[in-house]
């Protein structure tokens, strides 16, 4: 069964900080995904990384994609309070018959 | 274009009745999949439908049931509602199957008194 694990479950940081959040697998992606939610709302795509070492930068926000292609990383500089939210990591599988796999999210809340 | 829409938004139902939620995917978008949230359990996988046909299930009882239509268009049906069915249920649409990138619609809202 392939499973993707995060963290921290929770981070509550003050405005202006920087973060680090994780998305971990003993799986290999074809890609990965980054989606914020709100409460109440759906997640919202933040980015797709495709190629193993990749690097996307989102303004303030850094992606990257394991060399391996197991694992990811979400850096945000200088946190504002509309970062706060819950970052949920997807990974898709090799066939058309694989089902996307999402990790628990972490959790955000940044301070004013 | 237009994102994923759902309806409807919030629903209040009681225990023992039958709901029935709606998704438009994105146009061109063929694979429709469903999903429960909660807060303890988080996203957990239900279905996915492709060209009208169920290609994807998770586990589920039997009373959670879906549909898609000839234009994307999908509906999902839980029937003899319980009390731990409350949930936010999204749907999220992809060009097709598999690896493509999945865009979430805003979610119902369905709390089970």
């Known amino acids: 069964t392939q499973l993707l694990e995060q963290s921290p479950q929770f981070l509550s940081i003050q405005e202006g900080e920087n973060l680090t959040v994780y998305c971990n697998s003993s799986?290999?992606?074809?890609?990965l995904q980054w989606y914020r939610q709100e409460p109440g709302e759906g997640p919202v795509l933040l980015v797709t990384?495709?190629?193993?070492?990749e690097v996307k930068k989102l303004k303030r926000l850094t992606f990257q994609f394991g060399d391996a292609r197991k694992d990811s990383s979400l850096h945000i500089t200088a946190a504002q309070p509309g970062d706060t939210g819950l970052y949920l990591c997807?990974?898709?599988?090799?066939?058309?018959?694989?089902?996307?796999?999402f990790g628990p999210g972490t959790s955000l809340s940044v301070i004013p | 274009k237009a994102g994923v829409t759902q309806t409807p938004r919030y629903l209040i139902k009681t225990r023992g009745q039958q709901v029935t939620l709606s998704c438009s995917p994105i146009?061109?978008?063929?694979?429709v999949s469903w999903y429960q949230q909660t807060p303890g359990q988080g996203l957990q996988f239900l279905f996915e439908?492709?060209?009208?046909?169920?290609?994807n299930k998770g586990n589920f009882p039997g009373r959670f049931s879906g549909r898609q239509f000839s234009n994307s268009r999908s509906e999902m049906n839980v029937s003899t509602l319980e009390l731990g069915d409350s949930a936010l249920y999204l749907c999220?649409?992809?060009?097709?199957?598999?690896?493509?990138?999945?865009?979430f619609g805003p979610g119902t809202r369905l709390t089970v008194l």
């Open positions: 999220a649409s992809s060009l097709s199957r598999g690896q493509d990138t999945q865009y």
């Open positions: 799986s290999v992606f074809s890609s």
């Open positions: 990384v495709v190629t193993g070492g």
């Open positions: 997807a990974g898709a599988g090799w066939t058309s018959y694989d089902k996307v796999i």
């Open positions: 146009s061109g978008h063929r694979s």
């Open positions: 439908y492709f060209s009208e046909t169920q290609r």
